[in-house]
Structure formats: C-alpha cells, structure tokens
C-alpha cells in the first residue's frame, strides 16, 4: 500500500512538473505587423476593453467539446475574432464522447492549449497552486468585464470558486440558464377528454393520477426515465432540492447543511412514491426504464404524466402529431408541499482555464470580450447584416438557413463556430436559445409570475482535504440511500422498523461526518460575508 501510495505522488510531482515546463513554452505570434486602433463603439459593448486586444497579431489555441465538423478559418466566429480583436483562434475539438478522455491524455503530457474547459475545480486548483493555470483575479484590472460581474455584482464567486487562498483559476459562465427548464408535464388532451382539472396540489396530483387509471386501467399513469434521479427531482417539492449536491442540502430555517434522505420529509416523499406504486399508479419500471421505452409510454396512451425538460413539450408532438394531431403534452403544477421547482444559479462553473504562458494576458482578454454584451452578442446570435437579421418577434432570422425545418443552437454551432460549449460564456438572451415555443413560454409563465422557486442553496469552497473526504463518503452513502429508496417504495413489508435501521446503518456509513464538512465550509462562507 506504502509503494503504491509513493507511486502516485511520484506520478502527480511528475504531471505538474511536465505542466509547468510546457506551459513556459507559450504559442508564437501570428506576425509582426501593428494592428490599428479601432473606433470606440465600432463592435458594440465591449464593457471597457479596447479593440483590438493585441498589438500585432496573435494565434491561441482554444480547446473544447464539439460535434461541429470544422471550425476553422471559414467561419464567421473565427474570422470576427480575428478582425475584432486581433487574435487567430485555433479551436481544436473533441467529440463530448471522447473529450474527457482527450483531455486527461493532453493534461498528462504538460502541453496545454492556451484556454481549455472540462476539469474538475479540485483539479484545477492543484494545478492552478502549481502555477499551470492562471489565478484569474490576479489580472482582473485588465479584465473589466470579469471584474464587473465577479468580484463587484457577484462577490461571492471568488469565495465559492476560488482556492483558500482566495484566487480562482476558472473563467464562470453569466446568465446561461432558462428560469424554467424541468417539471411536472401531464397529457392535457387526456385530462380535458375525462374532465379532469390540472392538480394544484399533492392530492390533487393523486385523485388525477387515479381517476386516468379508471378510464385507461391497463395504463400506468406517471413513468419515469430518470432512473434513480426521480428522487432528486422530486426532492424540490418536499424542500430537500439540490442540483449539485443531493443528497445534501442546505435547509434555510435553520441555516445548516442536512442529508436529504435521513430526513421525515425524505420519508414523506417516499410513502406518497409507495401509495402510488401499490395502486398501479406509477410505472413498475420507474427506476430502470430507458428513454425509449418511456417514449413509447408517454406517446401511446400507456402513460400521461412525467417529469422531464420543457423542449419535451414539442418534441413529443412533432413526433406523434401524424397518428395523434391531437396529442398535448403541457408543463404541470410541482407536486410536494412546497409548490415549488428548482432554482437555477445565474453564474455556472464550467471550468474554462488559462493556461500560464506567454499568451496568458492575450487569452485572459479573449475570454473578458467574449464575457462582453458584444461578445455575447457575437457567440449566441451573430453578425446582424452578415448572418442574421432582427425578426419581427425580437429575436434574430438566419437568411442563409431558411429551408432548414429548425434552426437551433447546434446548427449555429456547425455552420458558423456559434454557441461552442466553453466559449460561450454570457449568453444573450435575445437568441434563438431563449424563444420559446407556446408551451415554454406557459412554463415559464406558469412558475415566474407566482415566484414558485425553491432558494437556491449556498455555493461552498471545500479544501482539498474536505473535498478528497466527501469523494470517499459519497458515492457509497448515496448507494446505500438509493438502494434504500427503491427496497421501500417496491417491498411491501418495509415500514417504520427499517426505515430507523436505515438511519443508523447510513449514520455510521459516515453521513454525519458528510454534514460537519459541509457545514465547516457554510460557517466560513458565513464569515467571508
């Protein structure tokens, strides 16, 4: 154990050493020619940089996941790049199926491109303290728009994303996330043949539920595809939510972290899952259906209601409006105590890195004029004149792609570099991203305007001891609690005795241990205020 222990540190020494002498290397200049200045305003907002970012011209590598077939100098995004801020960039992408491993190969050699995106925070940070990438705060005059949104209207990104010493090596990503994307969704054309009302409430949910499986007694009212991820997305309405972190979750009457699945509103929950399953309510298959066969339940009268993601509400039309132009999937009510959804973060980590070369000023600037209105404006909806004109609605018409029956964010990708994931990093909500369909926009309606949202939870900085422990209780308290779940929501005979031996054998599996990390990080959090 001692020699495999050596082992690895001899290996990880080597990996950062490899990474520091690589990146000293840097990429070379494009040319020698002096780029002009241009006239203020000329791109738009640009949040107080300067254009362009460079005195002559500049290659950088920019590595990220992508299914575009060419992203090079053809495109629009990359030749407006280069024009706007002087910088040539080199996308070089990976299929997201194979990325990750890529990536590792690519960190493991020590030659990292100059922006890259998809390692995890913890590792970032051990590379960052090797001075591999670059502690973005470090360089924040030169990056104002970063400054603006990070450290002045955002403050608590460097406290949550940062190291303990207070630098972050991750770029964050600003207002990608649609208020409303997941929920309840049930057959409205269904519910209206049999004269059943939308539920705005449990009960109401399951006298629904029931009073389908007396028209349709060979169907099973609710199916799932989510697998063991049903009791996550559920856990919002019981006030146990959390997007990152379920099973933990930090609970605002008291101002600690808990355990979702110790807790009697967790058992709630799943009493209300087992009345449901005993009455042939919900699909047997519920936790190990797959989207296929869903998708034929929730398209052929075998199933009515679900939880899943709002594009789900046209998708499921325009694939069966052929056999059944009459088929209406609608966004429904929460279901849980609270009434509530999920919250969505309006700052996202995606990890996107600088690499410490001498290119690191150059791509640091990149990333702050895509973080701009103008580089926003320039990744998610294009050049106005060149690519795309203003349509009557607001949101923005692509000439060029006129015959294609959809024009969404993934053709913009391949025609036009547009919307890559990593290098999109403010996006704008004029974009075709964010018009929603008739049925979106009564989502969005639906739980904006009763302000039906669950708080969203605290964003906690673990140290690299506190996050090498939660790695080690994790994974095997949620398989116990999971495991747990489906013996007592599928055995008859589990009651109240197994649900105490439950809590004490998952208290020694170590979840109190879990909940003092979590909440030793809330108290410094609470004191960085």
């Known amino acids: ?56 011209p500049t290659t950088i590598t920019y590595m990220l996941p992508s299914n575009a077939k060419d992203l090079g100098p053809s495109k629009l995004v990359v030749q407006e790049l280069e024009k706007r801020t002087g910088i040539k960039v080199n996308f070089q992408t990976y299929s997201p199926q194979t990325y990750q491993d890529k990536l590792k190969v690519i960190v493991a050699s020590g030659k990292l491109p100059d922006i890259f995106t998809g390692l995890k925070p913890a590792e970032l940070k051990k590379i960052g303290k090797q001075n591999g990438v670059a502690a973005i705060n470090e360089y924040a005059d030169q990056l104002p728009n970063f400054k603006k949104l990070y450290m002045e209207e955002n403050d608590w990104v460097i406290k949550s994303f940062g190291d303990e010493a207070g630098n972050v090596y991750t ?78 979750y930090y609970d605002e009457k008291d101002g600690t972290w808990k355990y979702a699945a110790t807790q009697q509103e967790h058992r709630d929950m799943l009493d209300f899952m087992k009345k449901l399953y005993n009455e042939k309510l919900l699909d047997p298959e519920f936790l190990t259906d797959t989207q296929d066969s869903w998708t034929t339940k929730m398209t052929t009268d075998k199933s009515f209601v679900t939880f899943d993601w709002i594009g789900r509400l046209d998708l499921f039309y325009n694939q069966i409006k052929g056999q059944n132009p009459d088929y209406d999937l609608r966004y429904a009510n929460p279901v849980g105590p609270t009434g509530n959804v999920r919250t969505l973060p309006e700052v996202s980590d995606f990890s996107v890195a600088v690499a410490k070369n001498k290119n690191t000023e150059t791509s640091l600037k990149l990333l702050d004029y895509l973080t701009s209105p103008s580089g926003s404006e320039l990744m998610t909806i294009g050049v106005e004149g060149v690519n795309f004109e203003w349509g009557e609605d607001g949101y923005p018409v692509y000439p060029e792609l006129k015959e294609l029956p959809l024009v969404d964010i993934t053709v913009l990708e391949d025609r036009y570099a547009m919307w890559l994931e990593g290098a999109y990093l403010r996006p704008d909500h004029r974009s075709i991203y ?80 879990l909940m003092t990390i979590y909440n030793e990080a809330q108290k410094r959090y609470d004191e960085s205020k």
């Open 171 to 248: 770029w964050p990503i600003y207002n990608l996330n649609r208020k409303v994307n997941h929920g309840f969704m049930y057959r409205k054309d269904i519910f209206d043949e049999l004269g059943i009302k939308e539920w705005t409430n449990t009960n109401e949910f399951y006298e629904a539920l029931k009073k389908v499986k007396e028209a349709y007694p060979d169907s099973y009212p609710y199916a799932s595809k989510s697998l063991a991820n049903i009791f996550r997305d559920w856990a919002f309405g019981w006030g146990l939510g959390n997007t990152d972190q379920y099973p933990a």
């Open 434 to 513: 964010y018009r929603f369909s008739e049925k979106e926009q009564e989502a969005q309606d639906k739980i904006v305007n009763e302000d039906r949202f669950e708080p969203l939870d605290p964003i906690l900085n673990f140290t690299d001891e506190e996050t090498s422990k939660i790695a080690e209780l994790q994974t095997s308290l949620q398989k116990s609690a999971e495991e747990f779940n489906a013996k007592y929501i599928l055995d008859a005979s589990y009651g109240d005795a197994e649900w105490e031996n439950f809590k004490g054998q998952i208290s020694k599996g170590g979840v109190e241990e």
């Open 1 to 56: 154990m001692k020699l495999k222990k050596r082992i690895s540190m001899l290996l990880a020494m080597t990996l950062f050493t490899s990474i520091l002498a690589a990146c000293s290397s840097g990429t070379d200049k494009g040319g020698s020619a002096a780029l002009p200045p241009q006239e203020p305003g000329q791109y738009g907002d640009t949040g107080g940089l300067t254009l362009p970012l460079v005195d002559e």
